[in-house]
Nanobody, 120 residues
């Protein structure tokens, strides 16, 4: 089994910044793609950003230029630096990871989610 633990959410004013972290632990051979998703009340979960094991990134248009995804492969951790936050960024943020397990099969795991609220 693999666990993903997120941290760094909270309440911030518009224009402010937050940094989310997500650490994976457990029976991990290798992690391929890692990503951040978010879900606002009454809306579907959507991709925010993703990053491959070699560092190639992908962003939703709504966050380009404001958010930066990065990862530390040695620590199985992914980060999301969020700058210039807007009220519409308010959501529960989830990380996920595509994990190669000791059985030599890939499986996608999700974190429990962390609340980000942007409000004055």
């Amino acid at each position: 089994q693999v666990q993903l633990v997120e941290s760094g959410g909270g309440l911030v004013q518009p224009g402010g910044s937050l940094r989310l972290s997500c650490a994976a632990s457990g029976r991990i051979i290798r992690i391929n793609d890692m990503g951040w998703y978010r879900q606002a009340p009454g809306k579907q979960r959507e991709l925010v950003a993703s990053i491959t094991s070699s560092g190639t990134t992908n962003y939703a248009d709504s966050v380009k230029g404001r958010f930066t995804i990065s990862r530390d492969n040695a620590k199985n951790t992914v980060f999301l630096q969020m700058n210039s936050l807007k009220p519409e960024d308010t959501a529960v943020y989830f990380c996920n990871a595509r994990v190669l397990e000791p059985t030599l099969t890939f499986r996608t795991y999700w974190g429990q989610g962390t609340q980000v609220t942007v409000s004055s």
